[in-house]
Nanobody
Framework: VQLVESGGGLVQPGGSLRLSCAAS????????IAWFRQAPGKEREGVSC????????YYADSVKGRFTISRDSARNTVYLQMDNLKSEDTAVYYC?????????WGQGTQVTVSS
């Protein structure tokens, strides 16, 4: 079981990025997948998640209306489209299977929002 995050980078405030979470060893469509982030000196926090099958989505209040989570089952990948980025979105972003506490965490992808 492995999830690999990618797509981060440096972007100006108001800009956009699309993060990818690619799975290997299992099919994403059968699991809920969540995005988390961890900023320097802060605890890891949940950002968004998408359920299996029905694809029900959830967003933290801090990103609601700006971020969109989606799943491409053919590519076995979950995406996080991030628009209107703010400096407070700066963090390392991770994806993880919902409820699978024994799954290892990936290396994440760094998102830096700065002018």
């Amino acid at each position: 079981v492995q999830l690999v995050e990618s797509g981060g980078g440096l972007v100006q405030p108001g800009g956009s990025l699309r993060l990818s979470c690619a799975a290997s060893g299992f099919s994403l469509e059968y699991y809920g997948i969540a995005w988390f982030r961890q900023a320097p000196g802060k605890e890891r926090e949940g950002v968004s998640c998408i359920s299996s099958s029905a694809g029900i989505t959830y967003y933290a209040d801090s990103v609601k209306g700006r971020f969109t989570i989606s799943r491409d089952s053919a590519r076995n990948t979950v995406y996080l489209q991030m628009d209107n980025l703010k400096s407070e979105d700066t963090a390392v972003y991770y994806c993880h299977r919902v409820g699978r506490v024994s799954d290892p965490w990936g290396q994440g992808t760094q998102v830096t929002v700065s002018s």
